[in-house]
């Protein structure tokens, strides 16, 4: 463990942001180059790449996944010794806490399952929503096929160590957008001469309000959030001609996210129209919901008995999104929550730091996990 949380403070006082983890993954490879070398190496999208260890008989294949990307938050942790290095960018996420946890696995597996495969997948560039969708999409992940696939986010407010889970939509479909709004710029003291965008971006701002009253229920959440706008420049005597919003949707199922979505842009171009401006979309993120299947679920319940570890079983999903639905769509398997500890500061804080004591929390219960995958006969 001495060596795990060495690494793991390395990586917390080294973060790098989405696309560009190259040090990251660089650190990972020889880590498990020196201390748990894998069968073989397969490199994927950006600084993606995965570990598989061959079993000592065929079987089936099981993934882990974990994250490479750090945050562009600042880190207030003056008090720690290991605090990032870089003005700017910080693990507020705990992802470096889940690379040391698939480390650990990986130190488990130096003598091999007795069957299957085990592909240890570090993907980056997750806070973008696009770094499982370039892995999988990879020609190299055809040599992959995981029959199921698993992964961890840990989670301040719960237990330390609690497994928190459920069937269905574990975490929420997101789509992060911008509108833009393009007229004709004139003198303030003449307006009417010119084409501004400020009363159709604030009208539209408004109606975001309205799109998430229609859809949000308490059963099933809906929100539109405005969450950037920009329209002008700091000067009285300008009206200005160009501006935009950004918005950020989300919702259990991406069928009202994108009902959202549409109903949005049917406003804009309405508004746009009106006040004789051109109107243009940007999809900048997108995260596909992250869905548990029934028998990944009951792997992860298993897995929790075998462990010993609190099983926590809730009823609505995560509003975060989380790109392993990109893998969760394509391949069976599931997601779950590690309780961080409940006095944790919330995620994505300036203060937060992954908890070294649920480090070993996270290796058993990816190796429980791999036993009952590999063990697991075809019927």
Avoid at 257 to 284: H, K, N, Y
Wanted: charged share 20%; hydrophobic share 40%.
């Amino acid at each position: 463990m001495d060596e795990l949380i060495s690494l793991r403070h390395w990586l917390h006082a080294h973060p790098e942001v989405s696309r560009q983890e190259v040090e990251t993954a660089k650190h990972m490879w020889r880590f498990l180059e020196d201390h748990a070398k894998p069968d073989a190496f397969v490199q994927l999208g950006g600084a993606g790449f995965a570990a598989i260890y061959e079993g000592k008989a065929p079987g089936k294949t099981v993934l882990i996944r974990c994250e490479l990307d750090a945050l562009p938050i600042h880190e207030v942790n003056d008090d720690i010794a290991y605090r990032s290095l870089y003005d700017g960018v910080g693990h507020k996420c705990g992802h470096d806490g889940h690379m040391t946890i698939l480390a650990g696995v990986a130190q488990t597996l130096a003598d091999r399952p007795q069957r299957g495969r085990v592909v240890l997948l570090f993907q980056p560039d997750e806070e973008t929503g696009s770094g499982a969708r370039s892995c999988c999409q990879h020609e190299n992940f055809e040599t992959i096929q995981p029959d199921h696939a698993f992964a961890l986010h840990n989670l301040p407010g719960f237990a330390a160590g609690a497994v928190i889970c459920k069937t269905g939509t574990f975490a929420s479909e997101v789509k992060y957008a911008g509108i833009k709004m393009a007229g004709k710029e004139a003198h303030s003291a003449q307006p009417e001469t010119g084409f501004s965008p400020s009363f159709a971006l604030a009208q539209l701002t408004l109606k975001a309000r309205e799109i998430q009253a229609k859809y949000d229920r308490p059963d099933a959440y809906a929100l539109v959030v405005p969450v950037y706008s920009q329209v002008g420049v700091q000067a009285s005597g300008i009206c200005p001609g160009q501006g935009e919003a950004h918005f950020t949707l989300r919702a259990e199922l991406g069928a009202v996210v994108e009902e959202m979505w549409q109903e949005l842009m049917a406003c804009a171009t309405e508004l746009a129209e009106a006040d004789g401006l051109t109107v243009s979309f940007d999809i900048r993120e997108e995260f596909a919901a992250t869905t548990n299947g029934q028998i990944g679920f009951d792997m992860i319940r298993q897995a929790t008995e075998m462990t010993g570890h609190a099983f926590v079983a809730i009823d609505q999903p995560f509003r975060w999104g989380e790109d392993f639905g990109e893998i969760t769509k394509r391949y069976g398997g599931a997601m779950f929550g590690l309780g961080a500890g409940e006095a944790q500061p919330d995620l994505h804080n300036p203060d937060y730091d992954f908890p070294d004591e649920i480090l070993k929390n996270g290796i058993s219960m990816f190796s429980a996990l791999i036993e009952i995958v590999t063990t697991e006969v075809d019927d």
